[in-house]
């Protein structure tokens, strides 16, 4: 086993309240905070925690987008990747970009780089899509291990604990295979001063979608983002009675 390729999408932060474009086309993202989506920082963190056991020997980060983006390549690769590929997508293909794009683009580069695995976060915070490691996974025609809370690598094989809605699923699948990673795979860990010095001097690789034989025409049209709706008050009331009462005459009940 030799390569990852980790996922890192540029995202507004977590903490910044989301704003809809007065023309309802989308969100407002000029002038916001960015920031790696959290479930990324999983991935890159459990990738790193794979070299450093010697079970790989390289970390490969990738984003797709414009410029921007390689900021988050940098924060990876201050993380301990060793090095990153920046796909470069802007303007109306930026828009419209989604999961089967992404996809496409990952199952290109996982064959171009002979990836033994793609690890990437279970969704993105911004659309909460969960659905690009399926569809790498089928478009590749490997195994797959999704919603990982903990990975164990066995000589080719992967054992995979799974979140699901009954509680924990454990499965063992064969190498090359794509991961995404849960909430309580791990703990990130924070990019320290030195390193992220040394990052500067890692290389980025650019390159377009074409140059990985990628459409990225969209099959999607987004008619309209709106607000969501405001929370009525609610109302206190004395007694059981009083309950039932009010869900009566709100046709509730």
Same mark, same amino acid.
């Given at each position: &086993?030799?390569?990852?390729?980790?996922?890192?999408?540029?995202? %507004?932060?977590? $903490?910044?309240?989301?704003?809809?474009?007065?023309?309802?086309?989308?969100?407002?993202?000029?002038?916001?905070?960015?920031?790696?989506? #959290?479930?990324?920082? %999983? $991935?890159?963190?459990?990738?790193?925690?794979?070299? *450093?056991?010697?079970?790989?020997?390289?970390?490969?980060?990738? @984003?797709?987008? #414009?410029?921007?983006?390689?900021?988050?390549?940098?924060?990876?690769?201050?993380?301990?990747?060793?090095?990153?590929?920046?796909? *470069?997508?802007?303007?109306?293909?930026?828009?419209?970009?989604? !999961?089967?794009?992404?996809?496409?683009?990952?199952?290109?580069?996982?064959?171009?780089?002979?990836?033994?695995?793609?690890?990437?976060?279970?969704? =993105?915070?911004?659309?909460?899509?969960?659905?690009?490691?399926? &569809?790498?996974?089928?478009?590749?025609?490997?195994?797959?291990?999704?919603?990982?809370?903990?990975?164990?690598?066995?000589?080719?094989?992967?054992?995979?604990?799974?979140? %699901?809605?009954?509680?924990?699923?454990?499965?063992?699948?064969? &190498?090359?295979?794509?991961?995404?990673?849960?909430?309580?795979?791990?703990?990130?860990?924070?990019?320290?001063?030195?390193?992220?010095?040394?990052?500067?001097?890692?290389?980025? $690789?650019?390159?377009? !979608? $074409?140059?990985?034989?990628?459409? &990225?025409? @969209?099959?999607?049209?987004?008619?309209?983002?709106? *607000? #969501?709706?405001?929370?009525?008050?609610?109302?206190?009331?004395?007694?059981?009675?009083?309950?039932?009462?009010?869900?009566? =005459?709100?046709?509730?009940?």
């Amino acid at each position: &086993m030799s390569r990852v390729l980790v996922g890192v999408k540029r995202v %507004i932060d977590y $903490a910044v309240k989301i704003r809809v474009k007065p023309d309802h086309s989308g969100v407002v993202t000029d002038g916001v905070k960015h920031s790696m989506n #959290p479930f990324c920082e %999983i $991935a890159v963190e459990e990738a790193v925690k794979l070299k *450093e056991k010697k079970f790989i020997k390289e970390v490969v980060a990738v @984003s797709c987008g #414009p410029a921007q983006v390689t900021e988050t390549i940098r924060t990876a690769l201050a993380m301990g990747c060793d090095r990153g590929i920046h796909v *470069e997508v802007s303007g109306k293909d930026y828009e419209a970009m989604g !999961p089967l794009q992404i996809s496409k683009i990952f199952a290109a580069l996982a064959k171009k780089e002979e990836a033994s695995l793609v690890i990437l976060g279970k969704q =993105a915070i911004d659309d909460d899509c969960n659905q690009t490691g399926q &569809m790498t996974a089928a478009l590749l025609d490997w195994p797959q291990g999704t919603f990982a809370s903990e990975v164990t690598i066995d000589g080719e094989k992967v054992k995979v604990v799974r979140e %699901i809605d009954g509680g924990l699923e454990t499965i063992k699948i064969s &190498m090359p295979a794509v991961l995404t990673a849960d909430l309580r795979l791990n703990t990130p860990r924070y990019a320290t001063l030195p390193n992220i010095m040394k990052a500067k001097k890692k290389k980025i $690789a650019n390159m377009k !979608p $074409a140059d990985l034989g990628v459409d &990225m025409v @969209s099959r999607v049209e987004v008619l309209k983002v709106d *607000e #969501p709706p405001t929370r009525l008050a609610g109302v206190k009331v004395e007694t059981v009675d009083d309950l039932v009462a009010k869900l009566k =005459a709100n046709g509730t009940i």
